[in-house]
């Protein structure tokens, strides 16, 4: 049979006095870990209890976490994390699938836009030129009509009226 192993400290906590027994952290074949500092252990020396005072006036960082928990415990994703990661993957495919779907209508509308304002700026310039055209022509007119009048070579006919 095997010998017993000796009973574990609990993290964090100290003898309060010399009638308590001290345990020793032990592991199988290792000495025990010297100068280690245990989680609200007492200080031994005044330099630790100023050390300690110092770091509390430090501003505290938030620990860091793993990203994937099955990192830390050692094994392979869980279950609700396929789940998640399904389920993630399902709807980044429906998001993109729904922005493909409406950028390809926007784009498709704003080509037959493209189109029709295209055909109107046509249209508007065909009309200017037309208007353009006219309006050459009604200045001829009008300076026919007014060599016409000013010339008094031609019988009056008005009066004969």
């Given at each position: 049979?095997?010998?017993?192993?000796?009973?574990?400290?609990?993290?964090?906590?100290?003898?309060e006095?010399d009638?308590?027994?001290?345990?020793?952290?032990?592991?199988?074949?290792?000495?025990?870990?010297?100068?280690?500092?245990?989680?609200?252990?007492?200080?031994?020396?005044?330099?630790?209890?100023?050390?300690?005072?110092?770091?509390?006036?430090?501003?505290?960082?938030?620990?860091?976490?793993?990203?994937?928990?099955?990192?830390?415990?050692?094994?392979?994703?869980?279950?609700?994390?396929?789940?998640?990661?399904?389920?993630?993957?399902?709807?980044?495919?429906?998001?993109?699938?729904?922005?493909?779907?409406?950028?390809?209508?926007?784009?498709?509308?704003?080509?037959?836009?493209?189109g029709?304002?295209?055909?109107?700026?046509?249209?508007?310039?065909?009309?200017?030129?037309?208007?353009?055209?006219?309006?050459?022509?009604?200045?001829?007119?009008?300076?026919?009509?007014?060599?016409?009048?000013?010339?008094?070579?031609?019988?009056?006919?008005?009066?004969?009226?």
């Amino acid at each position: 049979m095997a010998a017993p192993r000796p009973p574990r400290v609990v993290p964090g906590e100290a003898s309060e006095s010399d009638s308590e027994p001290e345990l020793l952290v032990e592991t199988a074949g290792e000495a025990p870990g010297a100068g280690l500092k245990v989680p609200g252990e007492a200080s031994e020396t005044e330099e630790e209890e100023e050390e300690e005072e110092e770091e509390e006036q430090r501003p505290k960082t938030p620990p860091v976490l793993a990203e994937e928990p099955a990192a830390v415990w050692g094994g392979g994703p869980s279950l609700l994390q396929q789940r998640l990661r399904e389920g993630t993957g399902r709807l980044r495919g429906a998001v993109g699938s729904a922005l493909r779907q409406s950028y390809g209508s926007a784009a498709r509308s704003l080509g037959g836009l493209g189109g029709a304002l295209g055909r109107a700026q046509v249209t508007a310039a065909a009309a200017a030129h037309c208007l353009r055209l006219a309006r050459r022509d009604l200045r001829a007119v009008a300076d026919t009509i007014d060599i016409v009048t000013a010339c008094h070579l031609l019988p009056d006919i008005r009066g004969q009226l």
